[in-house]
């Protein structure tokens, strides 16, 4: 039975991606016969809203849109003994401007006004090709990072399991999924396209094995949203997943970089919000953005909305005396996009940082179910870190426990400082060496003719002890006062009760999950049917 639930989700995992590789490959198409056709500015505006370009991606050799609609019109006909009815008539009352896809998402238009006579003889080598070709695409895609988070992950076909949820999929208006229509709002539309363009990002890349320790913040973020996105089924009634997870902690200890692999790993559109400089930026109108922001997270589900420095604008409500109205609102926003996103069945995940958690607004408080305390990294992560940086090969026998155990209290981005000072003296060093050399400027040439003037070879030093040892005179640990407040903090309003999830299965085949948080024993038992259903009995064991 856990195999088929590991089978099931891997099948419906390749499902999404292959819907995923086919609607790049939809914009890569359109966006090549706009070009072919001349229809440049398009071409580029639609680059510019897909976050696709020709540059990244080209249509396959002897592939394109007129000669895919010239097959298709084939084998349709060859099919059902009539011809496919591509375009119909729409009444244009109601369109000004942009023709716009209509709701219902089925109509497929076709600029044919195209003159170029494709061949399209010897249609079967090519379609054979044509497959061959679009099977190379979705092989290569898979190794390259992911291009179309922005057009949403493709999670939504739940029901892709036969050929004509499948077909669905296609027709789905997301398929093509630009920007919501906010034509009504025309601010709307400079806020979406501000949001898109700087705050929505494609793929952050960054996986949870690049940070290094903070493994129950992994393993609890994996299960508050890998996991339910994997497998729905289980996560229902008492199971909801988490919706709003607060990571606080020193600065500089890998809370940005837990939500970026959060988004990664899990494949949902990632929006990045700096709270300090969005609301400056925006001043008077972050009300707005908030709002549109939430809504874009919606239309592009699953997201995951990350926004850093959550102090700085969800600070407690009136306690500044001189508190702008604007902030005002924009917080009323915030909470109410809040409450929206914890009702709702949309898969938005909404992950918070701040370093200043007990300055945080009460209310807000409340809807951050989940409260992580990142802290300081630990010996071993401190030595992990120094590794990746500054690997053996580029170092004289470095002797990594003890520097770990020297640097204790930096935070990471303080180490990584440390190490890339340390890597430069040796650089510095061979800098100098290059610059003492008094150049005989007839030798040089010589050398240069005899191509000799390659640096490939020219390496600099390795890393000793004492680059080591003096970087971390130079730079001095972030000052982390706070480190006992955090801890009272933690204890005061952190999450203790760990949701944990480990699947197990009993003697007669039910699956169960243990949850940490039983008050007996540490251990819960949630125990679902052979369907998977949740029953709903919570029992300690
Ligand atoms: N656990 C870690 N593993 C690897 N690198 C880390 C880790 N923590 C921090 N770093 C390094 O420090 C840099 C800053 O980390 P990050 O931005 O995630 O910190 P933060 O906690 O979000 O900081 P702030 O609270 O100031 O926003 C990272 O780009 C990374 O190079």
Request: aromatic share 8%; proline share 5%; charged share 25%.
């Amino acid at each position: 039975m856990l195999n088929k639930i590991k089978i099931d989700s891997e099948s419906r995992l390749s499902e999404e991606q292959k819907i995923k590789d086919r609607r790049r490959n939809v914009i890569i198409l359109i966006q090549r016969y706009l070009v072919n056709a001349g229809y440049i500015d398009s071409a580029t505006k639609l680059g510019t809203e897909s976050n696709l370009s020709l540059n990244q991606y080209d249509a396959a050799d002897n592939i394109d849109l007129y000669m895919i609609l010239c097959e298709f019109e084939q084998f349709y006909e060859m099919k059902f003994m009539k011809p496919p009815k591509l375009v119909k008539k729409v009444d244009g009352q109601n369109t000004p401007g942009l023709p716009r896809i209509p709701s219902s998402g089925k109509s497929s238009s076709t600029n044919t006004s195209n003159s170029n006579n494709q061949n399209s003889t010897g249609s079967n080598k090519k379609s054979t090709q044509q497959s061959k070709e679009k099977d190379n695409n979705n092989k290569d895609a898979k190794n390259e990072p992911d291009s179309l988070e922005i057009q949403g992950t493709g999670v939504q076909q739940k029901q892709s399991n036969n050929e004509e949820s499948n077909q669905k999929d296609w027709f789905d208006p997301r398929v093509l999924k630009g920007l919501p229509d906010y034509s009504d709002v025309p601010e709307f539309q400079q806020l979406a396209a501000y949001l898109q363009r700087d705050i929505c990002s494609e793929n952050p890349n960054v996986k949870f094995s690049d940070i290094a320790g903070l493994d129950q913040a992994k393993k609890l973020l994996k299960e508050a949203v890998l996991v339910p996105l994997k497998y729905p089924h289980f996560f229902q009634g008492i199971l909801e997943p988490w919706k709003g997870v607060l990571l606080f902690g020193p600065p500089g200890t890998g809370k940005t970089m837990l939500a970026k692999a959060v988004a990664t790993e899990c494949r949902t559109t990632f929006f990045n919000v700096q709270a300090s400089s969005v609301v400056s930026k925006w001043r008077g109108e972050s009300e707005k953005l908030i709002r549109v922001l939430f809504d874009l997270a919606r239309h592009y589900e699953p997201s995951t909305i990350f926004i850093d420095e959550m102090d700085s604008i969800m600070g407690q409500r009136g306690s500044a005396g001189n508190e702008h109205e604007g902030g005002r609102r924009m917080k009323t926003e915030l909470l109410i996009q809040l409450d929206g996103l914890l009702k709702s069945k949309k898969r938005v995940f909404l992950l918070a940082a701040s370093n200043l958690p007990w300055d945080l607004d009460i209310a807000m408080l409340r809807r951050l179910e989940k409260r992580i305390y990142i802290p300081l990294p630990d010996q071993e992560s401190r030595e992990s870190m120094i590794r990746r940086y500054i690997p053996q090969e580029m170092s004289e026998n470095l002797n990594y426990p003890q520097f770990a155990e020297a640097l204790k209290n930096y935070s990471g981005s303080d180490i990584k400082l440390v190490c890339k000072e340390a890597a430069m003296k040796p650089l510095r060093r061979l800098l100098s060496q290059i610059e003492d050399i008094q150049v005989d400027v007839r030798t040089a040439k010589q050398k240069k003719q005899q191509n000799l003037t390659s640096y490939d070879d020219v390496r600099p030093g390795p890393v000793t002890e004492t680059d080591f040892a003096e970087a971390m005179n130079q730079v001095k640990p972030s000052p982390s006062v706070f480190e006992n407040q955090y801890l009272k903090w933690e204890k005061e309003s952190g999450s203790h009760d760990f949701r944990l999830y480990t699947m197990a299965q009993n003697s007669v085949g039910r699956q169960y999950f243990l949850q940490e948080n039983c008050p007996k024993n540490g251990f819960q038992k949630v125990i679902s049917n052979s369907d998977g259903n949740i029953g709903g009995d919570l029992e300690c064991i």
